[in-house]
């Protein structure tokens, strides 16, 4: 036992070192006490603490010794009893209120709590009051390898170039132990490689991956797998370990050359083909990936070096080869290039630039095509005067057969380009003749295809395109450029300008238009007007005299002569007519001619109006009156002249008999009271009784056929309430309409309609397999076998 005192607490605390302590801070100071009568004095040695220890992951069966604390106070009469407070004080920490020893009832982990901080206190068992100040202490946990070391962040993967020099670093792994990394070799861990030599090492103490081993190509092997290993206890025997997996990716770097897998080309290229056709692909292999195995081609020599191109494409990295010109096997049957492939991005730390490529030789062989006919100009441009005669030769397109049969020409022309048929060709000189009258006017430009077939092979047909320019001559007389619409103010004076006319001329001449006004001879010692001819295509109608009233002339119509300049000259009469008006005071014209005329008469415009407005309502009135006449119902009570056959509804079907459900309602038949009390409302249009409706002689067969009575009593009722139902109905239309019913049974009068009497012909068709069909022809087995007919059909005619 030790006995101390610390801060007026007097505690008696017993360490078993053995089992519990590892490690304790002992702070050793004297003091000095005086006895009291007595001078000497005494130094006394004083233990003083602030924490216990305990062991982690105790597995004994009895609670776990810590410590022992004790009171200068405690006498051993029992007075005394100690207290624990804190974290886990009896929860898992319990103190002996008598002795003060603590014990831990519970197993520990340090990786949860790694200490626990608690307050003791001795008290008065009588009184329950505090004889020592209350006093805090720490026990802590003490750590043991109960932990193993871990890869939080495997597994990994990591990238690293071919061919990288040894000791290149890859990735580096980190292992975490849970473990007091202050205490012991617990948690101090080292690395080593389990798999993946001897391709990759690893740093025992920092965990980096790095290359071991020099040259490693991507193109033999592009992907390892590694185990790396993190044991404790600095790697001694007894140490936990954990592991983790680290994939590791060699990336690629140029290192290889493009190779072509053959250095000789050959390919056939049909002469039709059309400029810019792809003819030929070509490819050089590169074991690289990537941006390092991206090609580019170029023609290097040859002959056909300006008729053919490579390109690269981008996606497949194979050399395109396309036609720049056209073929003509006639002319060269072949051609031959020297391509060289060679990398876009150079790493020149392999290889030199020139050493990263390769060449080939193409050989292109012109295959001969049979071609249609050749214009020796595509477009064949012809002009010709709109004066030119019917049959004139207007020009001449040739073309050939490029093939080696030189085959004979024939032309046509495509008359989908000359609908109208204005022009001929000769199918053998290719001469072109107009076959119409030609008019600029109309047409100024014919653009017409002519085709050239082969006489020995009418397949072949080859195309051209004439363009025909129509010339003018001066065919079109010059005409009033509007319509003039004149005003002449009765207010006008003399030498007063009352309009400007120009003119027009559907003809073109070269040095532009030139026009001459004048009066004709007729119209020039007119007493009213005269015509001044500006000299700029404007003639200007001037007034003669004064006081133009309108009561003694309305218009006046003035001929005017216009003349062109072409050669020879044509000329036209145009009249404008003048209408005399009543114009305001700044001249604008305010009521002219017939109108002028009108109001003169004492009637306005609102009158006239007026007048039109009553006229065309009495018209709608009368309208109105005439279709609601018409709308009248007529009397539907028929007239006998009336043929009753447009009234009656028809069925020409046969029905199914009595067991038929479908055509009629057999309910109804069987309920007949249900009919007969339907309706108590009579129709006033209708006379209900059928035969004051419609004489037995005037009756049609179909209704004599209707009336018949049958032998069934039953169905002669319901017959005539049908009847007197249809009559009576105010819902049913405003028309008459008869509906008729007949039976077909034993002894009908209207006899039977069915096709089944054919059994009492001489027919000599046996019926009898019937029978052998099943039960759904049992019926007419009955029926056509035994030789019986009949039946009870329900028919409406």
């Known amino acids: 036992p030790v006995e101390g005192l610390f801060s007026h607490k007097h505690y008696l605390v017993y360490f078993d070192f053995f089992l519990f302590f590892s490690k304790m801070r002992l702070n050793l100071g004297t003091y000095q006490r005086s006895s009291e009568g007595g001078g000497h004095q005494r130094q006394r040695r004083s233990w003083v603490w602030n924490q216990f220890f305990v062991l982690e992951e105790y597995t004994g069966d009895e609670p776990l010794y810590v410590g ?29 209120e008598n002795t003060g020893d603590i014990h831990a009832t519970k197993r520990l982990d340090r990786e949860e709590q790694p200490y626990y901080t608690l307050r003791a206190q001795a008290r008065s068992r009588e ?91 991507r193109e033999a092997r592009d992907q390892y797998l590694l185990v790396i290993q993190a044991k404790d206890m600095v790697g001694q025997m007894g140490g936990l370990s954990g592991t983790t997996s680290v994939t590791v990716t060699l990336s690629d770097v140029n290192d290889n050359p493009p190779e072509f897998s053959r250095k000789n080309y050959q390919f056939s290229v049909p002469e039709s083909l059309p400029v810019a056709t792809l003819v030929a692909k070509i490819r050089a292999l590169d074991l690289d990936i990537g941006p390092n195995a991206e090609m580019e081609y170029r023609v290097l020599d040859g002959d056909g070096l300006g008729m053919f191109r490579i390109t690269t494409d981008s996606d497949t990295q194979e050399g395109l080869i396309t036609l720049q010109k056209g073929l003509d096997f006639e002319t060269k049957s072949s051609y031959t290039l020297r391509v060289k492939a060679s990398n876009r991005n150079i790493d020149r730390r392999f290889h030199s630039v020139d050493s990263f490529s390769d060449t080939a030789t193409v050989h292109l062989n012109v295959e001969n095509v049979d ?95 004439v363009l025909i320019k129509v010339t003018d001559i001066n065919d079109n007389a010059p005409v009033f450029a509007i319509e003039y619409e004149t005003y002449l103010c009765e207010s006008a004076r003399p030498g007063q300008v009352i309009e400007t006319i ?90 002219c001619g017939t109108e002028a005329a009108m109001l003169s008469a004492g009637l306005s415009t609102g009158a006239l109006i007026a007048i039109l407005a009553c006229i065309l309502t009495l018209l709608v009135m009368v309208l109105l009156i005439v279709t609601m006449r018409r709308r009248k119902k007529e009397p539907l009570i028929l007239d006998e ?25 057999m309910v109804a038949l069987r309920n007949l009271n249900v ?80 096709s089944l009497d054919s059994l009492s ?36 005619s």
């Not at 580096?172 to 617990?186: I, K």
Request: with cysteine; hydrophobic share 35%.
């Open 68 to 96: 022992k604390l004790h009171s200068d106070v405690d006498k051993g009469e029992g007075r005394v009893k100690y207290v624990l407070n804190g974290e886990g004080a009896t929860s898992i920490f319990t103190i002996d």
């Open 127 to 217: 009184t329950d009051l505090p004889v020592e100040p209350e006093s805090e202490f720490v026990i802590k946990v003490q750590d043991i390898n109960d932990n193993e070391p871990k890869f939080l962040d495997g597994p990994y993967s990591a990238r690293v170039p071919e061919m990288s020099p040894v000791g290149t670093s890859v990735v580096t792994v980190v292992a975490t132990d849970a473990d007091d990394p202050t205490y012991g070799n617990s948690a101090r861990v080292v690395y080593s490689i389990l798999e993946g030599q001897p391709y990759f090492s690893v740093e025992p103490r920092t965990g980096v991956v790095k290359t071991a081993l020099p040259n490693m190509d």
């Open 675 to 754: 009919v007969r009390e339907s309706s108590n409302v009579t129709r006033r249009d209708v006379t209900p009784e059928l035969p004051s409706l419609f004489p037995p002689s005037r009756l049609p067969p179909s209704y004599k056929m209707a009336l018949v009575p049958p032998d069934n009593g039953i169905f002669r009722e319901f017959i005539w309430d049908r009847l007197k139902e249809a009559d009576v109905d105010p819902s049913a239309p405003p028309y008459d309409s008869l509906q008729t019913y007949a039976f077909e049974g034993s002894g009908s009068a209207a006899e039977s309609l069915s």
């Open 761 to 796: 012909t001489d027919s000599e068709q046996n019926y009898d397999y019937l029978s052998d069909w099943g039960p759904r022809f049992k019926k007419l087995a009955d029926l056509y076998g035994d030789g019986h007919g009949g039946g009870g059909n329900l028919f409406a």
């Open 502 to 591: 120009s003119a027009v001329d559907r003809d073109e001449p070269q040095s532009g238009h030139r026009f001459f006004f004048s009066l004709t001879a007729e119209a020039a010692g007119n007493l009213n007007f005269t015509l001044r001819d500006n000299k700029d295509n404007t003639a200007s109608v001037l007034t003669k005299r004064g006081g133009f009233q309108r009561r003694d002339q309305t218009v006046y119509r003035l001929p005017v002569l216009i003349m062109d300049s072409g050669s020879p000259a044509l000329s036209s009469t145009n009249t404008l007519s003048i209408r005399v008006c009543n114009c305001e005071a700044d001249g604008s014209p305010r009521a």
């Open 371 to 465: 071609e249609p006919p050749v214009f020796i100009s595509p477009l064949t441009k012809i002009v010709v005067s709109e004066a030119a005669k019917v049959g004139t030769s207007i020009g001449t397109v040739s073309a050939h057969d490029p093939d080696s049969t030189n085959s004979p020409i024939r032309y046509s022309i495509d008359r989908n380009t000359d609908l109208e048929r204005f022009f001929n060709i000769d199918a053998a000189s290719g001469i072109i003749t107009n076959a119409k009258s030609l008019d600029r006017e109309v047409n100024a430009v014919h653009n017409i295809t002519i085709f050239a077939t082969e006489s020995l092979d009418p397949l072949q047909v080859g195309k051209g395109v």
């Open 641 to 665: 002249e009336r043929d009753v056959r447009e009234n009656i509804v028809r069925y020409d079907d046969e029905g199914g008999g009595e067991e038929d459900t479908e055509a009629f309602d």
